[in-house]
């Protein structure tokens, strides 16, 4: 199966990750990986620090260099590793990560402070590990350390595309404005996905790209910060994808769990449910996902199931909606305590973001590419590309009369 770890300070040299079982053959698309860090860095409403950062992945290990379809590659020396238009693909051995912190670097950034900030993990990781400088525990869960998650997944999406996956995103809710039915069956197209990547908030063609942005500008203003939603949409999943056997093993569960550690992450949903608590006559008959035969295949008109049922994909679109809080940096502060001396003072201010809607989005999705990729694995099995794509044919092909005759 698949796999995944990381390392790496927020402040620190540099962030690792590992990602082993990577099938060998597997194209590795460094301009791609390259292009959804920029990605994670650029939205509207990031803090000085993307200023510092250019993000690019070092791959140290696990790759070498595609001279044939049949794959007759040579290893290489990581130097040799880097440029963006050599054809690369994985050995099959560990893919060792590297992105470089600049701030470390150039600025050498030294935080101490002993006034928690409420929404962070400045209190309870100060208990856990019993710190006096209450800005340690964020060195691990500043939203920095995603930086690796987002290398990792986007050098997944090769994996995804043997299956014919596809990951999209885009940016549903920001503050109280919100891109009205973006999520309706009809209107999750490529063209929408495409539209949004084109503004740096990843607005839908559905939302009002000022409105939105206005939310941003308010609490920048107000010396605040402001939350949402984002939406990750997976195409081409067929049915039977997961497991039930043990409830740790549910598609859903497992999507849940990559996302809802997302830093700033609060709610992970799958599907519209939400939505219909707010609609009258919230019943089976109107939420479930009637079956239909079109042209010899089985078809449904809505998603509200998000793509799982029972724990398995179901042959739909993977709808995953995430809702971020407001990133507790607050520079005006808000109440609470200095544990050097146990008074009350108002959080203290360090450098941070206001909105992190875009960026988490990215970041959601480039996780939801690793909890898939492990499922995948796991179910599909297979030492080298063709391998993969062998036993998931066959496996299709002896799977594919339950939707299509
Ligand atoms: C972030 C890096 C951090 C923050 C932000 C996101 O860098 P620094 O602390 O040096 O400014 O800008 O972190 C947080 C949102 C947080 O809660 O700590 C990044 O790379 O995404």
Redesign the pocket.
Known sequence: MIKYTSAGD??GEALVGILENVPAHIAVDIKRINAMLSLRQRGYGR?K?MQI?KDKVRIISGVTEKFSDSGTGESLQPENLQPENLLLETSGAPIGMLIENR?YTLNK?KRFFTVVRPG?SDFAGTVKFAFENAAIP?ERT???T??MDVAAGALLLSYLELFGIEVYFFAERIGSVRAEGALEKGKLTKEAFEYALKNDLLVPPSGDYAAMKAEVDRAISQRDSIGGSGVVVVKGVPPGVGHYGNFLDKLDGIIAHFVMSV?SVKSVEVGTLSDAFLQDGFTGSAFHDALFIENGKLTRRTNNAGGIEGGLSNGEDIVIRVGFKP???VLKGVPSVDLSDFSEKRSVY????TC?VP?GTVVSAMRVSLALSTVLSEQFGGDSAADVKANFEGWLSRRRKFWQR
């Open positions: 927020s402040h803090g620090r950062e701030d950034t962070h964020s500043s939203a920095r995603t930086a830093p990133i507790p940096t360090v450098r941070s973001d992190v960026a």
